[in-house]
Every structure is written in structure tokens, then in C-alpha cells.
């Protein structure tokens, strides 16, 4: 597909859209922000606190967004932990996540081929009697914990930040009802947020403005939009914003 002139909807947190929409400038596109989550730490740190001070007693360290990266560490900052147990092995998922790690030092042990938190298991090896702390997002899906849990490890799973509705922009929402071409979708939360956001101003998601093209960043996403009755075209076959931009552009209309 030719992206030159094609209006995109960017709903992922702006903060973290920059790269994503600088990318879709460089081709010709017309990149729309319209960020349906924002993110937020956890006020109460206080079981974060606890897990930060006690990292010894654990075999795995599961980090599995820039965002935990950047709260869990500020946060280690503030309790002045400044290195990681020798001992302590890191799981990212995705090379975003990993170079988020790299960042403030810390080479991450395993990263998945496949980004998404089953991929994630294989990689850490026998856990039997193993302890794992996940630091992750307060809408995280419960499978990795489960999963963890049926291989005899021990999980710990500890919301490091909250994944909240943000407020829309009335002049994007003029240039949705302008139509725009493409919609990405990058997580579930964007996908729910999308479209309660957009029905509370009096669109219909499933039938927007200029028929758009639904595309999602992998099929986790994607199942989430078709279960809200999106009609999802593309997903991308790898889960990142440039693996949805590779999509877009080798898609033939």
C-alpha cells in the first residue's frame, strides 16, 4: 500500500507514539493522534516497595513494557536500589521492552521471538520451586501467572501502573468525523478505550466515517477488536509498530 496522503490514527499514548508517527510522516502519511489510554503509576507503591527490597529471593525478573521499565526503575531510584542481584535473571517481552532495559544498564536474559506473554515461559527454563516477579500493568491478562504456576513456579504479580481511559481531543474527533483511512490498534486497552470513546461521541466504531482499515499489532489485539465487532483487516506478524508499518505497506488492496 501507498501511505503517501493516507490519514492514520495513532491510539496508542502519544508518549509513546512519536517514533511510530515520525515513521509514518517519512512515508508520506498523515499520522492522527488520538490516544485513547493514558498511563499512570500506582499510587500505592508500597507492595512494589516491598518486591524491590527483597529481588535476592528471586529467580526471574518479568518486564513486559517501556513503561514498567521506566516506573520500576524510578521507583528503584527513589528507594536507592542500584543494582540488581547477580543472581536475578531478566525476561523482556519485545525488543521495545528490551531496549528500554538496555537503557538503564541491564541486558535482559531472555526476549521472545514471538512478543506476547506466553512466548514468554519457554525461556525461562525449569521453574520449579522458582520464584517470579511480574511487574506489569493493572489490566494485564492472567496468563503467564497461570502458566507459571502450572509449571511449579511462584509467581508474584504486582501492578506497577494503571492503564486508564484518556479524554478526547474534540478536534480530532472533527477529523474522525472527517474520516480518516487507517486505524491502528496497538493493545486490548487501546482497542476498549477506542471504542468506548468513540461511541460516547456518537460514532458508530464498526462503521466510521470513510470506512477505515482496522489494523492491530498482533492477534491478541486483534481477537479484542473482533470481539468488539471491529472489522479487523491487517495484523501484523510482528508485534511492533514497524511490523505494522511493514504490514501496511506490503498490503494490496
Not at 496522503?5 to 492522527?32: S, V
Request: glycine share 8%; with cysteine; aromatic share 6%.
Amino acid at each position: 500500500m501507498d501511505l503517501n496522503g493516507k490519514r492514520i490514527l495513532i491510539t496508542r499514548p502519544r508518549a509513546q507514539a512519536t517514533g511510530f508517527a515520525r515513521r509514518l510522516k517519512e512515508l508520506g502519511a498523515i499520522p492522527i493522534f488520538f490516544p485513547v489510554i493514558q498511563i499512570s503509576a500506582v499510587k500505592d507503591t508500597g507492595a512494589l516497595d516491598q518486591a524491590l527490597r527483597q529481588l535476592d529471593q528471586y529467580t526471574w525478573l518479568v518486564l513486559t513494557s517501556v513503561n514498567g521499565v521506566q516506573i520500576v526503575w524510578k521507583r528503584m531510584g527513589d528507594l536507592r536500589i542500584e543494582t540488581l542481584p547477580e543472581h536475578l535473571k531478566v525476561a523482556a517481552i519485545g525488543p521495545k521492552t528490551a531496549a528500554a532495559l538496555q537503557a538503564v544498564g541491564v541486558r535482559p536474559d531472555f526476549v521472545p521471538d514471538e512478543y506476547v506473554a506466553e512466548a514468554i515461559l519457554p525461556g525461562l527454563g525449569k521453574l520449579q520451586g522458582c520464584r517470579v516477579l511480574l511487574l506489569r500493568a493493572n489490566l494485564a491478562r492472567a496468563v503467564l501467572p497461570q502458566a507459571i504456576q502450572k509449571a511449579g513456579g511462584v509467581p508474584q504479580e504486582i501492578a506497577v501502573y494503571n492503564t486508564l481511559p484518556a479524554k478526547p481531543d474534540p478536534r480530532t474527533l472533527q477529523m474522525i468525523n472527517d474520516g480518516v483511512d487507517i486505524v491502528t490498534l496497538t493493545s486490548s486497552s487501546t482497542v476498549r478505550n477506542f471504542v468506548n470513546l468513540v461511541r460516547q461521541a456518537g460514532f458508530d466504531p464498526q462503521a466510521l466515517p470513510g470506512k477505515p482499515l482496522f489494523t492491530c499489532i498482533g492477534p491478541i489485539t486483534a481477537q479484542t477488536a473482533q470481539d468488539e465487532g471491529l472489522p479487523v483487516s491487517l495484523v501484523a506478524s510482528e508485534y511492533t509498530t514497524d511490523g505494522l508499518i511493514r504490514t501496511l505497506l506490503d498490503f494490496q488492496a
